[in-house]
């Protein structure tokens, strides 16, 4: 086997493999929480920030109604490349760089997420997302975003308008 070889082989591992899946990654999803009071938490399973204003940052839908909250973001080594317990709307999001500078410093692909949230019991979920930045841009009719978008969800990164 020569050093090319190798070379082929990791320029053939598909970097959104397992990306936008519901399935929990870190234990089962425990959901013990009264969504009566603060709603059900939910999450964007793609991000593409690029400054369009669509999909800039990792969305959790109903967070800032749970105040002690962490939300853990991996990369696809397991290694912990965010953390935040103050995770609320405009503040202290992720990505956390300038768009010019996210594909430098989190490359395209998918992530690992994890929300724990200690109330009376422990709330726990986590999952995949895909990040896709379009830098250097690849087509993103070879990859297949539709199931990481909700219907009638709009991204002229994804769409290519």
Not at 14 to 28: H, K, L, M, N, T
């Amino acid at each position: 086997m020569s050093c090319e070889d190798d070379n082929n082989s990791q320029q053939d591992e598909d970097v959104f493999a397992g990306c936008c899946s519901d399935e929990p990654i870190f234990g089962p999803n425990v959901d013990n929480l009264d969504h009566s009071v603060g709603g059900e938490i939910s999450v964007s399973h793609i991000l593409t920030p690029n400054g369009d204003g669509f999909n800039e940052f990792f969305g959790v839908i109903n967070l800032d109604n749970y105040p002690n909250h962490t939300v853990t973001i991996y990369n696809y080594e397991d290694q912990i490349v965010f953390e935040s317990s103050n995770y609320v709307a405009f503040e202290n999001l992720f990505p956390d760089v300038e768009f010019a500078q996210v594909n430098t410093v989190y490359p395209d692909g998918t992530y690992k997420y994890k929300i724990v949230i200690e109330d009376e019991q422990t709330f726990t979920k986590s999952g995949t997302f895909c990040l896709y930045s379009g830098n250097p841009p690849i087509a993103a009719e070879e990859q297949n975003f539709s199931e990481c978008i909700e219907a009638g969800e709009f991204d002229p990164i994804l769409s290519g308008f």
